[in-house]
């Protein structure tokens, strides 16, 4: 192993008279040292110092940690350490206001608030699934966002080194919420694509619905327009079914008049448009053929628009999410308005909340799918909201921003569903038939049936136009932050990738774009399906469990409430209103220790039990591939935690590093002084021995010298 050399000393001496200057520096970075020497006969004479101003103390911030290599581990050599720490800690708070927040809202906020949620929202009864959603916010949402929240902030580093500070057996639990932010990272972009590929439409609005299109003229269906299907009213035909039983087909107008569609496949304009020239699916999960050269050009374009964001860092994200946050918000609203104000609107409405089945309170499924949705939709478990709170300055009030948070959120769930079902029961009174029979489960619902519903509108171009804007705002505000999250833990795991932020985005945004070329071809579709179907649900809860327990069981809750009152600047709670619903409140314990992680165990066990699998249905378009291939993606992630646990114990005794370290709070802790002062004399001895840098500092190599002058390394990262 190569050392480096101990940066030169220059000396410079001046004589005036009887006054000899000597001036000393190390580097130009390196505070110089200055001392005079008066001689008068034989009595030397040295003025110390002067105190050093707050300033030019700080100046001891911008050494290096590998300007003190060789440097025997004094009092010196530590400080000079412990002043790197918290410069780096000072840059990494970025934020400023409210940008916070607005930054978790980017990545909480997201497409599922505008589609998934009311689509839940109506198979669960409706009421009753919003009373459901507001426990599992309380009981789950609002305790692990706490959590994650006080975690980043504490700690100022991403996942991977705040489980690595806590055990460093443990930091493949923050690697596993890092792989999970990739791989919806991955698909991700593939509906932001699309998305962007109806914006660019706008202009053609109410073309999309139409039946004279080019893309009419593709793949196996029959082309029909919605609202003058009511022509054809009272038209059917009598057929005996493939039971043998007596029923009837209504007629549908097609080709210019009502006839009987027989077998033929029927689908509206707007669904062509998304089936035959957004996605122009294949035969199935295996069968590639050609590329869709807009679905491509569409992600290219998205990804070099976010890697110029990320590049300018978490600084440039929050300026910018005052725009990707807010707005969204402003348009939401103004859309539910203009939904409301169409004629049938109140039908819709009535599906939604109208008609609240209180029965659903007591079906399992109601809970799950509330639970799922609020992960979902909150990115819970995923590191992203610890990765964010890792940017605020330690007086942060994180706490206020773990209930507007979910506030906020659910806000906007209910705002989206309220336009959407307005508006949808403007379609069904268009086509003149029952509300559920215009309703349409996930992105259909988006792409197909509200696009449907805007060609309709008065001035279809404009409500066209931000709607789609929202969304995409929405889906790059959330995208921006997911590829934060790996960029960030490579960073803090790499020094030279945190010194050269730009090769780190690149190869980030690369990466992900070259796995997701899978779904710009032909059998696309089918692998977004498995991404969406597998990447989050059951990853995300178990992230959330295994959180609670680190910090519950390994970590001590006492301990992570000491820290949450040195973030609220130490003491204890003043009121009985802070005893008891303040942020270090014994509720949170009961909530963290027990119900939170219990809660996210029964969802994910629901969800890996209760799968359909839809090679039953359809064999050919979903071989068993589809699912063998789905499970290892959710499984994926989880693979971290045994990966880094044997690494980590390896090194250690590679490195001849007491293995009970790996075991125990590091040094790198804000913490570990207080923690430490409680441990008996023989595990401060070992303590002692632990790592002084961590990954990622820049290389930090700490030479101790031996009482007989022999040198020995203690650790080389």
């Known amino acids: 192993m190569q050392r480096k050399k101990i940066p030169e000393t220059t000396v410079t001496t001046v004589t005036t008279g009887t006054t000899t200057t000597v001036s000393k520096s190390m580097t130009p970075t390196a505070p110089s040292t200055t001392q005079t020497t008066n001689t008068t006969n034989t009595t030397t004479t040295t003025k110390k110092e002067p105190p050093k101003a707050d300033d030019e103390r700080d100046n001891e911030a911008n050494f290096r940690p590998d300007q003190f290599v060789n440097e025997k581990k004094t009092d010196r050599g530590r400080k000079a350490y412990k002043n790197y720490v918290e410069m780096e800690n000072t840059n990494r708070q970025a934020f400023k206001g409210i940008e916070s927040l607005l930054s978790s809202l980017g990545q909480a906020v ?36 706490h959590m994650e929240f006080v975690l980043g902030q504490y700690a100022a580093k991403s996942p991977p080194a705040v489980f690595r500070r806590i055990m460093p057996v443990l930091e493949g639990i923050g690697w596993m919420c890092c792989l999970v932010g990739a791989v919806i990272g991955i698909y991700y972009m593939i509906l932001i694509s699309w998305i962007g590929i109806y914006l660019g439409n706008t202009g053609n609005a109410v073309k999309l619905s139409k039946c004279n299109n080019e893309w009419n003229n593709l793949g196996n269906s029959v082309c029909y327009v919605g609202v003058v299907q009511k022509r054809c009213k009272g038209l059917f035909t009598d057929f005996i079914d493939k039971d043998g039983k007596n029923a009837t087909r209504n007629h549908k107008f097609f080709k210019g008049r009502c006839q009987d569609p027989g077998n033929l496949t029927m689908a509206s304009g707007t669904e062509q448009f998304f089936t035959n020239f957004v996605i122009n699916p294949s035969t199935g999960f295996t069968d590639f053929n050609f590329i869709n050269w807009a679905t491509l050009g569409a992600v290219a374009i998205c990804w070099v628009a976010a890697s110029i964001v990320l590049i300018r860092g978490m600084k440039m994200i929050g300026k910018l999410s005052y725009f990707t946050v807010i707005l969204p918000y402003i348009i939401i609203v103004i859309l539910m308005i203009r939904g409301i104000t169409l004629d049938g609107a109140a039908n819709g409405l009535y599906y939604l909340w109208g008609e609240p089945d209180f029965a659903f309170l007591i079906n399992l499924r109601t809970w799950t799918d509330a639970m799922t949705q609020i992960c979902f939709s909150l990115s819970i478990g995923q590191g992203g909201l610890m990765n964010i709170a890792s940017y605020n300055k330690k007086s942060y009030n994180w706490y206020r921003d773990a209930f507007l948070l979910v506030l906020c959120d659910t806000l906007m769930s209910l705002l989206g569903a309220t336009a959407v079902f307005a508006t949808l029961g403007f379609l069904a009174k268009q086509q003149d038939v029952p509300v559920p029979k215009v309703i349409k489960d996930g992105h259909a619902l988006a792409f197909i049936v509200y ?61 992900f774009f070259t796995l997701g070329l899978v779904m710009t071809t032909d059998a696309g579709y089918y692998w977004f399906d498995l991404y969406d179907e597998y990447s989050a649900g059951v990853s995300s809860t178990l992230g959330t469990a295994f959180m609670c327990i680190v910090v519950c069981w390994c970590y001590g809750l006492d301990d992570f409430r000491q820290d949450m009152r040195e973030l609220r600047g130490g003491g204890e709670p003043k009121n009985v209103w802070s005893q008891w619903l303040g942020p270090t409140s014994y509720i949170w314990t009961i909530m963290w220790r027990f119900i939170t992680p219990l809660c996210a165990i029964c969802v994910m066990g629901v969800l890996a039990g209760s799968r359909k699998y839809p090679y039953n249905e359809d064999g050919v378009k979903y071989p068993p591939l589809f699912d063998i291939f789905g499970w290892f993606v959710a499984a994926l992630p989880f693979f971290a935690i045994p990966w880094f646990a044997v690494s980590t114990i390896l090194k250690y005794r590679r490195e001849n590093i007491p293995l009970r370290t790996a075991f125990m709070v590091q040094k790198q802790h804000p913490s570990y002084d207080r923690i430490s002062e409680r441990w008996p004399e023989w595990k401060q001895k070992i303590g002692d021995q632990m790592a002084e840098a961590e990954p990622g500092d820049d290389d930090v190599e700490i030479v101790d010298a031996d009482d007989d002058g022999d040198e020995s390394y203690l650790e080389h990262f």
């Open 451 to 511: 696009t449907e519903a805007i060609s309709q509108m008065p001035i279809p171009y404009l409500w066209h136009g931000l709607f789609f804007l929202m969304l995409l705002l929405l889906g790059m505000s959330t995208e921006i932050v997911i590829v934060e999250i790996v960029c960030s833990c490579l960073s803090d795991r790499f020094g030279y990738l945190r010194r050269h932020r730009w090769v780190t985005v690149l190869a980030v945004s690369l990466t």
């Open 110 to 145: 997201g497409l599922g608030n505008i589609w998934r949620f009311p689509q839940m929202a109506y198979r669960n009864g409706g009421v009753a699934f919003l009373i459901s959603y507001i426990v599992c916010a309380f009981i789950f949402a609002i305790p692990a966002i």
